[in-house]
């Protein structure tokens, strides 16, 4: 089962910024729609963002106008920038195919932690 690596979650105050990459197998990032998803503790995985492979993107509505994805398709990875945090962002953060896929596992995701 392919698996996806995230990386740049740390721990942020309130109002910061962190940048999340994925780097994806060209295999799956080529010919797929890829999204950013997160779980908070004790809540469901939620889709939070989607960019499709011609840069169309679209946004749960928690965190519109404050995050935005986007994918680079010579490295084959997708990114999440995430401005103004507010500690209910506060979540694992996992990136994968949207919708999800047959054979395309999560991976570990990344912690994001915001507080004071």
């Known amino acids: 089962q392919v698996q996806l690596v995230e990386s740049g979650g740390g721990l942020v105050q309130p109002g910061g910024s962190l940048r999340l990459s994925c780097a994806a197998p060209r295999s799956i990032f080529s010919i797929n729609t890829m999204g950013w998803y997160r779980q908070a503790p004790g809540k469901q995985r939620e889709l939070v963002a989607f960019?499709?492979?011609?840069?169309?993107?679209n946004y749960a509505d928690s965190v519109k106008g404050r995050f935005t994805i986007s994918r680079d398709n010579a490295k084959n990875t997708v990114y999440l920038q995430m401005n103004s945090l507010k500690p209910e962002d506060t979540a694992v953060y996992y990136c994968?195919?949207?919708?999800?896929?047959?054979?395309?596992?999560w991976g570990q995701g990344t912690q994001v932690t915001v507080s004071s």
């Open positions: 960019i499709t492979n011609s840069g169309s993107t």
């Open positions: 994968n195919t949207a919708p999800l896929r047959v054979g395309v596992g």
